[in-house]
């Protein structure tokens, strides 16, 4: 099979992903909850993967790098835990629906102020509006890194240049980036970052977490056992404690810990450059093809390695499985959890085809996607 | 019976700095180990470092000059 279907998970991994799963679940005990040694090997390797995630994010204090399950329990996790109801908030039609529902949730539930800037019918954010909604309660900016549609990236220098002129929080989602393409949260001034362990990251699925600025208060959303403070009748406060009650999945986070140090053997400007490549070469050879539609801008110098397509009048669904029986290559169709955008570009009804590459792609895969796509396109 | 040493106990109240004490200690030829936080200690982490009392000022010191947050430093018997 041709796995081009890396944007929802990535299914090849490094190697020593999963050989240290395995040794992990042979010799670790439970992380920050004993002194003995299969205790403390789990506590190192938290530790380590901290401090690994905290180099490659910019994230000034490993401890504020807080593990979840997954981006969508982070970005609940920030959302939820910083915003309330007398709170104004400016999101983007960019975002996925781990954005968009915790958020609708608020404002549905606690009366909190929410707009959205713009997507035109090209998929262009229209940034003038985030100094046009910019109210004087507005506490935050809440918006994705890079499209999970079309792969397009948000110019995150000019959010953060409105967002720190204006006091704003400013919430960035990095699900489809960190890993895939360089993130300094101090340079971008990104007070929360979210982010998963299982797409550009290579790691295992059940991993993800939060990096979190010096001096942003995030609530605690759950409360429990933490290993310090037993006696105290309060959840700690200290983080990450404060936002990791109940043991955590110490056995996927050595996969992460395994695949944060293969890319940074391997470099994240090879791995971007790797990607950047093979997505060029799909475009190149589908975008003249009578029939297929690109969505995305492609004239940027850099985005995510992803080229979302439809093909006539073909409904999605019926493309990607003709693409998986007959060519065996995985592909999403459909909604891609991108409601908003998908309204912008006039796909809500047909969907769209998501092409997207990872570093155990090769061009030979990617020539035979091309060529199966024009042939279905014929 | 448990036999009783005279022991430099070093606290923490979090993990995540006991942990960044193991790692410099470690990777800097320090004396010491993680150890459960005795009784006698009231802290917030359940580890905490125990060396040779005569080591108190130089791991305090090394703690102090790398970030690394400790709580308390007591000589025990344990």
């Known amino acids: ?378 | 019976m448990l036999k009783k040493t005279l022991s430099l106990i070093i606290s923490f109240d979090e993990t995540q700095q006991a942990m960044a004490a193991e790692n410099y200690c470690q990777s800097h030829n320090l004396p010491g180990r993680l150890i459960p936080i005795p009784r006698e200690i009231n802290a917030g982490c359940g580890l905490a470092w125990k060396a040779n009392p005569k080591e108190k000022d130089m791991l305090c010191k090394a703690f102090d000059c790398n970030n690394i947050v400790w709580g308390q430093a007591v000589i025990i018997e344990i």
């Not at chain 1, 679940?25 to 401090?51: C, F, P």
């Not at chain 1, 835990?81 to 781990?98: M, R």
């Open chain 1, 1 to 378: 099979m041709i796995y081009l279907d890396n944007a929802a998970t990535t299914i090849n991994k490094p190697p020593e992903v999963a050989q240290a799963i395995v040794k992990a679940m042979e010799s670790m005990g439970n992380a920050a909850r004993g002194a003995h040694s299969v205790s403390l090997n789990a506590s190192r390797i938290v530790y380590d993967t901290r401090v690994k995630i905290a180099n490659l994010s910019g994230c000034q204090d490993p401890s504020h790098v807080v593990f979840t399950s997954n981006a969508t329990e982070a970005l609940n996790i920030a959302i939820f835990g910083t915003l309330s109801s007398k709170d104004h908030v400016i999101s983007t039609d960019y975002e996925h629906n781990s954005v968009l529902r915790p958020l609708y949730a608020l404002e549905d539930e606690k009366k909190m102020e929410l707009d959205f800037v713009r997507a035109d019918n090209l998929g262009h954010l229209c940034y003038e509006d985030f100094e046009r909604l910019i109210k004087p309660n507005t506490k935050a900016v809440v918006c994705t890194h890079c499209s999970n549609l079309t792969g397009d990236l948000v110019d995150v220098k000019r959010v953060r240049d409105i967002a720190k002129a204006n006091h704003l929080l400013f919430i960035l989602d990095g699900s489809q980036t960190l890993g895939s393409i360089p993130i300094n949260m101090q340079e971008l001034e990104v007070d929360i970052l979210c982010f998963t362990g299982h797409k550009g990251l290579m790691g295992p699925q059940g991993t993800g977490g939060l990096c979190i600025a010096n001096g942003v208060e995030i609530s605690p959303w759950k409360r429990g056992g933490t290993g310090i403070q037993s006696y105290n009748r309060q959840h700690p406060s200290p983080y990450p404690a404060r936002l990791e009650a109940g043991t955590l999945n110490s056995h996927g986070i050595a996969g992460l810990s395994a695949a944060l140090d293969f890319i940074e053997k391997t470099g994240i400007e090879t791995i971007h450059r790797h990607e950047q490549e093979l997505m060029n070469l799909f475009y190149e050879g589908v975008k003249n093809v009578e029939g297929v539609k690109v969505y995305g801008d492609f004239s940027k110098e850099t985005r995510s390695a992803i080229v979302t397509i439809n093909i006539r009048d073909y409904d999605s669904g019926a493309v990607a499985d003709v693409l998986s029986e007959k060519y065996h290559i995985a592909t999403r169709p459909g909604a891609h959890c991108a409601p908003r955008l998908h309204k912008a570009l006039n796909t809500k009804e047909q969907g769209a085809i998501r092409f997207s590459f990872s570093w155990y792609n090769t061009k030979k895969e990617i020539v035979k996607a091309v060529e199966a796509v024009r042939e279905i396109a014929k």
